[in-house]
């Protein structure tokens, strides 16, 4: 969620009355947290209470499993797409403008998903939804600092630090109690999308009576519309490939090849034409430095892993391990120990020396977490502390202190104008590489289970000694051959799927690990001239992704 409306210096515009959020009439301080706030968490929940019922919704559209992972890769590309397109265009039309026509957005969106009567115009409406959501997770932030007064502008990144790390740590156990308390065959994923209208309607309607409209600080300037449409395209040509990928056989499919071509040569056209616009939407130059381009990519390659590890473990236990989707989100709600008041601390860093340190740590928790989920005890001789809980304690707490520290991490050394632009970019990129995890990881995931599986066959070939004691049982049971034969084939299906998922933690500790040792090692950049002392070792205040 990065932070936008500031300099680095933080002074920041007032409201247009007389800078205190204290005015008349009496409360209306309350009730724009409550609006701009609910609306940016309402638009971040779109994550956590959503994929744990996206089984449900799947089945009830008529579409296999794993379809489920297209639902939000295409709503990841479009929030990116939202939340990298807001602040300039807010600049032209005015952020209060842009603001409710994203909330309206929003809001249709959400309707549609409530209503839709098939998977297409779902996916459809989720992508309007993303897209909306985007715009109003960063603006909802800078029209609400915009109310503060000096004095109170430090509590800024205590707010936003919570709001981040709500979707993750609650969203589960909302959208669990939901999909159950209302019937999982029933209304309950598309009562949650029609609470999520509701709510987005009701904010933007909120900001429109308590907020005065803002004259636009670059009115009439050209917007880069160009580079957004190549970026765009790019985007979601290759966000449709790797959904379709395990689905139409990666090497195997003449309509993947010809979307990763597309996405390619949008790409490329994308990064000549920013290099020689005169006001390009992304300052490619940025990636020039050691320090931005290894912040980025632990940002976006660490919150990939999260992503994906957290999303498929939510989704597995209920799948595999037959956990429902109230229990699983309560298995998901240790994360909030470890979180919060992390977040809570993270958000102050202020050194360059610190925000290395709490990153490589961060990252190591991270790797801690994945390799003790890797042992997971087929048995279950081991009680749910062991298995699930302590796991999620400690990843909760490298999510605390990861967030704030990478985004400042990446933004060492550069000018206060660069500073936005970068921020705006890991926002964007890593809200992306969300759309990545599960599909890229669940790739992962599938093939090992298909490995596994392929094992334990040659293992237990059809002279094996222990299928003719298999068979006696079976006789003396009255059960039938071919129904006995189904039964050992969903039993070894189910033992290759908890092999393959351990195989994938493992691989995610190695991933988590490699990322810290390159965190540790790179370069400090030099200080910007002309910058004072420590001025770009302050952090941006509130600056980090959901």
Same mark, same amino acid.
């Given at each position: ?80 797409? $939202? ?10 039309? $005015? ?33 309007? +939804?993303?897209?909306?959501? $985007?715009? +109003? ?30 979707? @993750? ?23 949650? /999308? ?107 390659? $660490? ?62 928790? @991270? ?41 400042? /991490? ?137």
């Amino acid at each position: 969620m990065p932070f936008r409306g500031s300099h680095i210096d933080g002074r920041l515009p007032v409201s247009s009355a007389d800078g205190s959020p204290f005015g008349t009439p009496p409360g209306r301080f309350g009730r724009l947290h409550l609006v701009l706030v609910g609306a940016s968490l309402f638009s971040l929940l779109n994550t956590g209470a959503f994929t744990g019922i996206i089984p449900y919704c799947v089945a009830e559209l008529g579409q296999h499993q794993s379809h489920g992972a297209w639902m939000n890769g295409e709503f990841f590309a479009a929030q990116a797409l $939202g939340m990298l397109l807001a602040n300039p265009l807010a600049q032209r039309i $005015g952020a209060l403008r842009l603001f409710l026509w994203a909330g309206w957005a929003a809001a249709v969106g959400a309707f549609l998903c409530a209503g839709a009567p098939g998977f297409v115009v779902f996916l459809l409406a989720r992508i309007v +939804l993303g897209a909306g959501g $985007g715009v +109003l997770i960063l603006l909802a932030q800078v029209l609400l600092l915009e109310e503060y007064r000096p004095s109170l502008r430090p509590l800024a990144p205590v707010l936003w630090a919570v709001v981040a790390i709500v979707p @993750f740590v609650l969203g589960p156990l909302f959208g669990g109690w939901l999909e159950e308390g209302w019937g999982r065959e029933g209304v309950g994923w598309r009562l949650w /999308f029609l609470l999520d209208g509701l709510v987005l309607l009701l904010c933007t309607l909120g900001a429109r009576k308590l907020l005065a409209p803002r004259p636009p600080d670059r009115l009439g300037s050209p917007f880069d519309w160009v580079g957004f449409g190549l970026l765009s395209m790019a985007l979601f040509a290759f966000q449709t490939a790797i959904d379709m990928g395990d689905d139409y056989d990666w090497y195997n499919s003449s309509l993947l090849d010809s979307l990763m071509g597309l996405a390619f040569l949008s790409l490329l056209g994308f990064l000549g034409w920013e290099l020689h616009v005169r006001k390009p939407l992304v300052r490619i130059t940025l990636f020039l430095r050691p320090a931005f381009v290894v912040g980025m990519i632990c940002l976006c390659g $660490g919150f990939l892993l999260f992503y994906g590890l957290w999303s498929l473990l939510l989704v597995r236990l209920q799948s595999v391990w037959g956990y429902g989707p109230w229990l699983g989100g309560l298995v998901m709600l240790s994360l909030a120990v470890g979180a919060l008041p992390f977040s809570l601390l993270s958000a102050r860093v202020v050194a360059w020396s610190r925000n290395r340190l709490l990153l490589v740590g961060s990252l190591l928790l @991270f790797a801690g977490f994945a390799l003790w989920t890797s042992y997971y005890d087929i048995q279950h001789k081991r009680n749910l502390w062991l298995e699930f809980v302590g796991p999620q304690l400690i990843e909760g707490i490298g999510l605390g202190i990861f967030l704030a520290p990478a985004t400042n /991490f990446l933004c060492r050394g550069l000018s206060p104008k660069n500073q936005e632009m970068a921020i705006e970019l890991a926002g964007s990129f890593r809200v992306a590489a969300q759309g990545w995890a599960s599909l890229l990881l669940g790739t992962i995931l599938y093939r090992q289970a298909a490995f596994h599986k392929r094992r334990l066959v040659e293992w237990m070939p059809s002279s094996h000694p222990l299928l003719d004691e298999f068979l006696a049982r079976l006789r003396d049971q009255g059960i039938g051959w071919d129904l006995g034969l189904r039964l050992l084939d969903r039993e070894a299906l189910a033992h290759a799927q908890v092999l393959a998922f351990e195989d994938l933690f493992r691989v995610a500790a190695w991933g988590f690990f490699i990322l810290a040792v390159l965190a540790l090692v790179c370069p400090s950049p030099p200080s910007p001239k002309g910058a004072g002392l420590g001025q770009d070792e302050r952090p941006m205040d509130g600056r980090e992704g959901p």
